[in-house]
């Protein structure tokens, strides 16, 4: 059986933490962009450099963290990884939740 070394255990670590961080960063009614266009079933739902507004937040566990967004091409509600965003700004304006 073949072990994995320190550094691949130390570099996935750092990654879910990092994942966490933002995840904790962003909050609802925020706006993200992604680094890349994000392609499901050979249809791209999201487009890279476009702005999208933080919707939700799910937190099925520390390394399952998502954000949801609605897509502007099927108009359907997307999750997405903290990993996937290059760019976020702060919500333009107070978010009022009930």
């Known amino acids: 059986m073949c072990a994995l070394s320190p550094e691949i255990i130390d570099i996935g670590t ?3 933490l990092e994942s966490h961080q933002l995840w904790k960063a962003i909050p609802i009614g925020s706006l993200i962009q ?5 392609i499901d079933h050979n249809h ?3 487009t890279r450099g476009r702005l999208y507004e933080v919707l939700a937040k799910t937190d099925l ?3 399952h963290q998502m954000f949801v967004v609605q897509s502007e091409l099927t108009s359907e509600l ?3 990884h903290p990993g996937l965003i290059c760019n976020y700004l702060d919500s ?3 978010v009022y939740r009930a």
Do not use: H, I, N
């Not at 992604?34 to 994000?38: G, N």
């Open 14 to 16: 750092e990654m879910v």
């Open 34 to 38: 992604v680094e890349a266009d994000l």
């Open 61 to 63: 566990s520390p390394c």
């Open 44 to 46: 791209k739902v999201l």
């Open 78 to 80: 997307v999750e997405l």
């Open 92 to 94: 333009p304006a107070d």
